[in-house]
């Protein structure tokens, strides 16, 4: 029978977009979503149809906005002659009073933006030549400005404006997720000479802030008040480093939530189609990242106690994240092994509790019953469909940069090691101030570690160590029932209160369960379009030099042998193919002790190496996949690690829905079985478990030892 | 429209012929346009702007109600009185056909796309908030004049309609001509009543021609010409989906088999 050797499935996409709070499904034509883990934000494109220019303001519009009456005022464009000047010559034009702004949506948009408007300080104010703006200038500038400048042919949609993605699960229906959420970037609005027009949106996620959010070094001391805008980051330090003496959660939070203190915050209005309401903002903080939700997790074993990594003397008592009396003190939880829970926590899946979750601080504990009559069928179980209306449509009260700063370290590297990031000399004091952004700061901290940090569609920001060690098994391949979840509550996620209390308060509907979420990550052959399978060379390397010593300008210097000792780090394994190829990695800071050295030369290795065996895969769509997480590629029995996810869905009679992944740090099998299961495979990188001194799985203790080969 | 009853389910089919006393079951199908009734007054205000600003939906059901709540059966076409025809108005405000479609063609693909894997297919549904994968339904209709000799004279052309044939094809000519955006932004829409042998539900497609009415001219018919045209579906009164009960509440109704055979 044919459907027997070639299966048929079924699969029902629909997406859900929001802008500003403005359902536009409907108008919706394609959406394509990338998410990845580099230093540039993830990237939404919403391809829109724009009948009527809906989302375009029209001289129509503009004349109603503006209330011009040609009854008794004639509009005449100076450089168009009369008979090209139809719209505002034509009497049967003219005869008209008023018009209105007939499209609702447009109507509606336009009437709330065009109502915000802002005070600006004119004192200050000089015009080029030196004068104060009362001189010539002043006829032409106003003390309010509108924040949302509205023109014709302008869109209605502004920078910044606020955007929900949700996705709905194809092969199971009554399932949604988040897919994505930031802020618009850039619009292009298109007309064809058929007059068919149409409107690309791009959005960023809320990464973008870091990009924006400057921070100052050493700010200079003649012109440091001129400079710096009393809302930036400025960092008086004495070593070149701002991050001098900070583990890698007090750089995350200093940078995110700034002081903390409730005289460092101010109240801002935030805005939306449906709604308005005050927003506590961080005057040195970035975006309004939820600080009590956020998590700082340790994963695996404790180094072993003396370790060169693990210094005891800064920490103040055992899993400490954050210095206790600290305005940003914060507890750690302590997962253990179980990376399922912190999947579990991570989750994009729309549930009840988001409700709660995902708003404001102030908000968190507003929503009873009353917004719970409103968000439920008939038979009193959770509406999904509704919950997400109200999510999407209330950018107001659940802000896209409101997510949690979710950081997930091993401990063996030590929640409070800061041997890695930095190791610096003293700076001297620059005499003007040198910017930088706090994304770069991020970044150059976190590449150094080999950490990686990305957006979830959520809106949480994510900071993880490599997963590509380990097997999709380890996140868990059972559902969670609610008493599996009870048990997690009361286990590893006990210090979370504010999930527990989400979850008892909004519970899951009843066919509902969380996970498993280790299958997610698998590619079956039969769910597979095509692939490509590459191996580049040049990416190899087998030894590198790492130079722990305190000189300034070091890689000027040829010889390094007059910097004092260097340490190498090889890969033994490789070098009979491949010979040696050095790395020179240069750290951007500097290193000072040995061990930290061999640490970062490892790191460094692993990162290269991973870049030379790589996948991409084009498959059905799966959006519950998820960046840095081992994936398993059944075409080539492989396990490889995305760094970048791209969902497309194009709807309509020419639809189509895609997910391809690019993927790094391929793992492959080469014979061997595991010890403990002999009927399970070990999966290796190049150069097997040899060609890898840190190995995370090994680290952790559950990678599968091998059985020896006789 | 409500249901019929069973005392004049099929009694609404007979009405008199042009110029005769024979009663004939045909029920004519009119075409309307939104720009049709905001001209003649029967929606609306003369202050068209402020039906403009009211929502969509809101303005529909004017129109609609304009349409179904007149007992066109009983019109100036079912009277045959020729003045009240060829009164002086611009245009007709309702299409009333003399001469009904001949061919009627109803197509409605549906909204799903195969993606083949490497061991296996998909099928992908794209779906609308009912779960339905339907997608636009598209008339198609064909049809002829009828005689449209009007050169022996007015006699003749009375008792043959031709004037009126003539006539109203030109109006239905014109009527998927017309535009498709009225002053302020208002949609002008079509609107096709349509009642058959097989659809003895009263239907109101609402919707816009996909081309101008399309003709041949043929000295092998020399008093008459065939057209065709087609006609994208964007709405219905009643829905489609409702078709089926009403009719089943109708026929419930109406009696055994053999009553119904007389008058199939």
Redesign the interface.
Request: charged share 25%; glycine share 12%; net charge neutral.
């Given at each position: 029978m044919p459907g027997e050797q070639?299966?048929?499935?079924?699969?029902?996409?629909?997406f859900r977009v929001f802008i500003y709070g403005l359902e536009v499904t409907d108008d919706v034509l394609s959406v394509n979503i990338n998410m990845h883990d580099g230093d540039m934000p993830g990237q939404c494109t919403i391809n829109l149809v724009n009948e009527?220019d809906r989302y375009i303001v029209t001289t129509?519009d503009m004349r109603a906005l503006a209330a011009v009456d040609l009854s008794e005022r004639v509009i005449r464009i100076p450089w168009l002659s009369q008979a090209d000047d139809q719209g505002s010559t034509d009497s049967?034009y003219q005869d008209?009073k008023l018009?209105?702004v007939?499209?609702?949506v447009k109507r509606n948009m336009l009437t709330k933006k065009g109502l915000i408007t802002q005070d600006i300080e004119l004192s200050n104010r000089t015009d080029p030549f030196g004068n104060e703006a009362a001189s010539i200038n002043q006829k032409y500038f106003d003390r309010k400005v509108d924040k949302y400048p509205i023109s014709d042919g302008s869109p209605i949609f502004h920078p910044m404006d606020p955007v929900r993605v949700f996705f709905r699960d194809?092969y199971n229906p009554s399932r949604w997720y988040h897919m994505f959420c930031g802020f618009v970037s850039d619009m292009i609005d298109t007309t064809s000479e058929n007059n068919v027009k149409t409107m690309v949106i791009t959005v960023e996620d809320p990464t973008k802030l870091f990009r924006y959010s400057r921070a100052f070094i050493n700010p200079g001391i003649l012109d440091a008040d001129k400079v710096i805008h009393n809302s930036e980051i400025r960092f008086q330090t004495a070593y070149q480093s701002p991050m001098a003496g900070m583990s890698l959660p007090e750089v995350v939070y200093t940078l995110v939530f700034g002081q903390n203190a409730p005289e460092d915050q101010f109240i801002q209005q935030v805005d939306s189609l449906n709604g308005s309401g005050p927003l506590s903002t961080r005057t040195h903080g970035i975006g309004h990242f939820s600080f009590d939700t956020s998590v700082i997790a340790t994963v695996g074993p404790a180094p072993p106690k003396g370790s060169a990594i693990w210094d005891d003397e800064k920490r103040k008592r055992d899993g400490a994240g954050i210095r206790e009396g600290s305005s940003i003190a914060k507890d750690v939880i302590d997962l253990g092994n179980n990376l399922a829970a912190w999947q579990l926590m991570l989750d994009h899946e729309v549930k009840p509790s988001d409700m709660q979750m995902m708003t404001t601080e102030a908000d968190r504990t507003q929503f009873g019953s009353v917004h719970r009559l409103e968000l439920v069928k008939s038979n009193g179980e959770p509406d999904i469909e509704k919950i997400i209306t109200y999510i999407g449509s209330r950018p107001d009260q659940y802000p896209v940069d409101a997510g949690r700063i979710m950081i997930l370290i091993p401990r063996s590297l030590g929640v409070e090691n800061n041997k890695i990031v930095i190791g610096d000399i003293i700076g001297g004091y620059p005499l003007q101030s040198d910017a930088t952004t706090a994304g770069a700061i991020l970044h150059e901290i976190l590449s150094r570690i080999e950490f990686t940090m990305y957006c979830s569609p959520r809106g949480d920001i994510v900071i993880e160590p490599p997963l590509y060690d380990f097997d999709p098994d380890i996140f868990g391949m059972e559902p969670l029932d609610d008493a599996a979840i009870k048990g997690l509550f009361n286990g590893v996620l006990r210090h979370y209160p504010q999930l527990e209390s989400a979850a008892t308060r909004w519970p899951l509907p009843k066919d509902m369960k969380l996970g498993p979420y280790g299958p997610n990550y698998v590619i079956l052959?039969?769910?597979?379009?095509?692939w490509e399978n590459a191996f580049i060379d040049d990416k190899v390397h087998t030894l590198a030099v790492v130079a722990p010593a305190i000189v300034d300008n070091m890689e000027g210097i040829g010889f390094m042998s007059l910097v004092g000792h260097v340490l190498p780090v090889w890969r033994e394994s490789l070098i009979p193919l491949y010979g040696v190829r050095l790395a020179t990695p240069t750290p951007r800071g500097y290193i000072y002790t040995t061990a930290g050295a061999r640490l970062y030369g490892e790191m460094c290795l692993n990162r290269l190496n991973a870049d030379a065996h790589t996948f991409r895969v084009s498959?059905?769509p799966n959006i519950k996949l998820w960046l840095n997480r081992p994936t398993y590629i059944q075409?080539r029995n492989a396990i490889a690690t995305p760094k970048s996810i791209t969902h497309n869905l194009t709807?309509?009679?020419?639809?189509?829905?895609t997910t391809s992944m690019e993927m790094y740090a391929s793992r492959t099998w080469d014979g061997t079985m595991s010890k403990d299961d002999p009927t399970r495979p070990v999966y290796t990188g190049i150069g097997g478990y040899d060609g890898r001194m840190l190995d995370y799985a090994q680290l952790f203790g559950i990678a599968p030892e091998p059985e020896k080969k006789e | 429209m409500g249901l019929l009853d069973a005392a004049t389910f099929f009694s609404k089919t007979l009405i008199p012929t042009i110029g005769g006393r024979a009663t004939n079951r045909r029920v004519p199908f009119t075409f309307s346009s939104t720009k049709r009734l905001l001209e003649s007054g029967s929606v609306g205000t003369t202050q068209s702007r402020e039906l403009a600003k009211e929502d969509a939906a809101i303005v529909l059901a004017k129109e609609l109600r304009a349409i179904e709540g007149t007992d066109f059966l009983g019109s100036a076409l079912g009277t045959l009185g020729l003045s009240s025809v060829l009164s002086v108005v611009p245009s007709m405000p309702v299409i009333n056909m003399a001469v009904n479609p001949n061919t009627i063609r109803w197509s409605q693909p549906k909204r799903y796309v195969k993606r083949d894997t490497m061991n296996g297919s998909v099928f992908f549904h794209f779906t609308d908030s009912k779960g339905q994968n339907n997608d636009i339904l598209t008339l198609t209709f064909s049809g002829s004049t009828g005689n449209i000799n009007t050169q022996n004279g007015l006699d003749n052309s009375t008792n043959t309609g031709a004037d009126v044939k003539l006539r109203i094809w030109h109006e239905l000519y014109a009527l998927t001509r017309e535009p498709v955006l009225l002053d302020g932004g208002l949609k002008n829409e079509i609107f096709i009543t349509y009642r058959t042998v097989l659809m003895p539900i009263p239907i109101t497609f609402v919707g816009f021609f996909n081309q101008v009415l399309e003709f041949t001219e043929n000295a092998a018919h020399p008093f008459s010409r065939d057209y065709t045209f087609g006609f994208t579906v964007t709405n219905t009164s009643p829905p489609l989906d409702d078709l089926t009960n009403k009719l089943n509440s109708a026929l419930s109704l109406v009696g055994p088999i053999s009553a119904i055979k007389s008058v199939i």
């Open positions: 070639h299966p048929v499935r079924y699969a029902f996409p629909a009527l129509n049967e008209k018009p209105g007939f499209d609702p194809p052959k039969r769910d597979t379009y095509n498959h059905l075409g709807w309509g009679q020419a639809g189509d829905m | -």
